[in-house]
C-alpha cells in the first residue's frame, strides 16, 4: 500500500550531508519526495512510496549519515502526493 510521510529531524543534522546522503537512500529503497533544511536547524522530508519501502527508508532516517548525530525524529501521515523523484530542496 502506497503512503506519504512527514518526517522531522533533529540533531547534528546540517553540514554532515545528511540531505544528499538522504536523497541516496530514497533512491536505495524506491522513495519519492523531498528533504530540505529548515532553519530551525532540523532537516524536514516529505516520503511516499510503498509502507514496506518507506520503513527501511524511515529506519535509515533515524541514522543518517556517518557525520550526524540524530536526537528525534517525528513521524506523520499525509495525503498521497505522487511524487516522481526525490529532490533536494533549498
Sequence with gaps: ME???KIS???KVHGVGFRFSCMEAAYRYGVYGFVRNKS???IYIEAEGPEEN???FITW???GPL???V???HLEDGDLK???SFDIVK
Design 3 to 5: 503512503k506519504l510521510v
Design 9 to 11: 529531524i533533529r540533531g
Design 40 to 42: 530551525d536547524g532540523t
Design 54 to 56: 518507506l520503513d527501511k
Design 61 to 63: 532516517c533515524r541514522r
Design 67 to 69: 557525520w550526524a548525530k
Design 71 to 73: 536526537i528525534d525524529i
Design 82 to 84: 505522487n511524487y516522481k
